[in-house]
């Protein structure tokens, strides 16, 4: 301790890479870095991030977590002390070649701006298990609703509800496949700061509009960012709990007090979700520093802004994802900002950044510390560009149009698409396996998407050299899926196939193993586990609805007998967590020459039937 300061030292070897430390978008193993752990919009200085999560883990299968609100300031590998048992070997930089300004220590370093904090270690064996131990200790992983997990669009902001209807019907009448429409600032009557209220001419008739969405099988998700404009109802509730300083001229309310909390989520509830409106995008709990409240800001629950600051976005999610629990829905929405502990909160991070490799990997970067993010697609130069991002979004936890201001649809490339619609599809036939790898998010707390050092097979394969060229641009899905997105221009690229062989998605054929390999761009860049099965719906527009039956068709890959647990429950309500949830077991073993599929025990029953495909020769 230095008076109200705590320096904490951790051990680290010269083997040893650190992942973690949040969603950053520029770098995936941390060993070099200097960090200021922030919550802010991206870019700019190393740390400050969506989500600055104090939790890291290392390639040794351990996990640390520094649970503290605070910036906190760290190194990872930078700095020497004179007593360190492992220091670099002392070199001359005129004689050798080898000599660097940053040689490497034996140490990883944290300063926080407290005279103490919880340090918590998390086991392994391996670094999947530490991420996972870490996940469970935050509560879990959430469980989206199943039609979460469908395909998501976000309507022109000043759409009006006859528009968006009528956009819902397009996609429906050219077959794009659609769960649920975001409906962007233009659904309140004033916004930044927002009055939380509809506006009586884009939607004079809020419960009928939603009634006729819900009736073509859609749901609603609402923007908002928690700015309380003057002259709203809300603001009069609202203004005895709230800060100091203004954002947008709107009132910043302090969540850390519960009637804050009541108000705020009565009103949601009356204005939203009791009108059956099924999610929130929370925008602007990052900010920018120059509309955001300023660190001398003070609040009424004594929280300082720095605090408030770093847990804002958590405090609303909480919130939110509260008020639905007391409805016993599911929601699923998206979120701005977030921090250590947001695991079991059903939100997906995104943000107004547009570069799709940087996107990537911050999706590997999500895996390392609990949190959700989305790779959202806007608008693009060319057909090849809008393919691949669509590929790359159809393979993450929220696959989103997000047209507020583009005005773009799934079909705004024509000579793209029909592969467009076919990636959509796929997403919406990948829905027990997508829905099955988050309940083990749930209750195993396995990230559904993985960067690479979580993944069995990796940390064996190659020399470290190649394997760290390959940390930031391909990651796996489930357990059996490795995604190589291809980005625009590419003809080809390689991927790293860990040990084991890898077997193509689309034709079954045997791709390599335990290698680096060419893919090229007629290909999409999907590559399966040797004896993994793959359950897939048939293509269709909508997930299914609760209690609607639907055919499964098991695919089964590569020249290993295999076998998975299906997960199932009514996809909408918590009655799982009260135990009414199945989980089966598929398998496929050696008939003589052939193959043959087996289920062990009842069927879930919501499958109507289930067919076994093979998909590699015996
Ligand atoms: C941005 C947000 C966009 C969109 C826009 C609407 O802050 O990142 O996705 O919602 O606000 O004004």
Redesign the pocket.
């Known amino acids: 301790m230095h008076g109200t300061r705590t320096s904490l030292r951790f051990p680290l070897g010269r083997d040893e890479d650190i992942y973690g430390f949040g969603l950053d978008f520029q770098r995936v193993r941390q060993n070099g870095s200097i960090l200021r752990l922030h919550v802010d919009h991206w870019g700019g200085r190393p740390g400050r991030t969506h989500a600055p999560v104090p939790f890291w883990v290392s390639s040794r299968g351990y996990g640390v977590l520094v649970d503290s609100a605070r910036y906190l300031d760290v190194w990872v590998g930078t700095s020497l002390r004179r007593d360190a048992p492992d220091p670099p070997p002392l070199l001359d930089r005129n004689r050798d070649r080898n000599w660097q300004a940053q040689p490497s220590s034996d140490s990883l370093d944290v300063l926080v701006p407290a005279p103490g904090v919880d340090v918590l270690v998390f086991g392994g064996p391996t670094p999947l298990d530490a991420v996972r131990r870490f996940v469970l200790y935050t509560g879990g992983g959430c469980l989206p609703p199943r039609w979460g997990l469908g395909f998501t669009h ?1 309507t022109p ?1 000043s759409y009006t509800a006859a528009q968006v209807l009528a956009e819902v019907e397009e996609f429906e009448r050219r077959g794009f496949p659609l769960d649920f429409v975001g409906l ?2 233009g659904w309140q009557s004033h ?2 700061p927002c009055s939380f209220e509809w506006d009586p001419e884009r939607f004079p008739e809020p419960q009928g509009f939603l009634t006729a969405l819900h009736g073509k099988g859609v749901r609603a998700n609402l ?1 908002l ?1 928690p700015y309380v404009r003057p002259g709203s109802t809300l603001h009069a509730e609202l203004a005895p709990y709230a800060g100091s300083h203004c954002v947008w001229n709107g009132i910043v309310p302090d969540y850390e007090i519960a009637a804050a909390r009541e108000i705020f989520t009565g009103h949601l509830d009356r204005h939203a979700v009791s009108l059956g409106v099924a999610g929130f ?1 929370i ?2 709990v990052d900010g920018f520093d120059s509309w955001l409240w300023p660190d001398t800001a003070t609040f009424p629950s004594g929280l300082d802004a720095e605090q408030i600051r770093q847990t804002y976005g958590l405090r609303i999610q909480r919130l939110v994802d509260d008020l639905y629990r007391a409805h016993d829905r599911r929601t699923y929405g998206l979120v ?1 900002a977030s921090n250590a502990g947001a695991s079991r909160l059903p939100f997906v991070l ?3 950044h547009y570069s799709h490799p940087d996107f990537v990997r911050a999706l590997c970067n999500s895996s390392f510390c609990g949190v959700l993010w989305t790779p959202e697609v806007r608008e693009s130069r060319t057909g090849e560009e809008w393919l691949r991002r669509m590929q790359t979004v159809c393979f993450s936890p929220l696959a989103m149009l ?1 047209a ?2 583009s005005g773009t649809r799934p079909w705004s490339f024509p000579e793209v698409e029909e592969q467009v619609r076919e990636v959509m599809l796929l997403r919406l036939q990948l829905q027990p396996y997508l829905y099955t790898a988050f309940a083990r998010y749930r209750f195993e707390g396995v990230p559904p998407v993985r960067a690479m050092p979580l993944v069995e097979g990796f940390a064996t394969v190659a020399d470290a050299a190649v394997r760290r060229r390959f940390l930031d641009d391909q990651f796996v899905v489930g357990d059996a899926l490795l995604v190589a997105p291809l980005f625009a221009g590419q003809k080809k690229r390689s991927v790293l196939l860990p040990e084991g062989d890898w077997f193509d998605f689309v034709t079954g054929a045997r791709v390599g193993g335990g290698e680096v390999v060419e893919v090229g761009s007629d290909t999409l860049p999907v590559f399966v586990r040797d004896g993994a099965l793959v359950p897939l719906m048939l293509p269709r527009l909508h997930t299914p609805a609760a209690g609607e039956r639907f055919a499964l068709e098991v695919r089964h890959y590569g020249r290993r007998p295999g076998s998975y647990r299906l997960y199932d429950d009514d996809g909408e309500t918590f009655a799982y967590e009260r135990g009414e949830r199945t989980w089966t077991t598929l398998r496929v073993e050696r008939d003589g020459d052939a193959w043959r599929g087996v289920v062990d025990g009842p069927e879930p029953p919501r499958i109507a039937s289930i067919r076994f495909r093979f998909m590699t020769p015996p």
């Open positions: 976000r902001t962007e600032p916004s930044y923007w960012n995008k925008d602007e701005r995104y943000n107004d997000n507020w201001s």
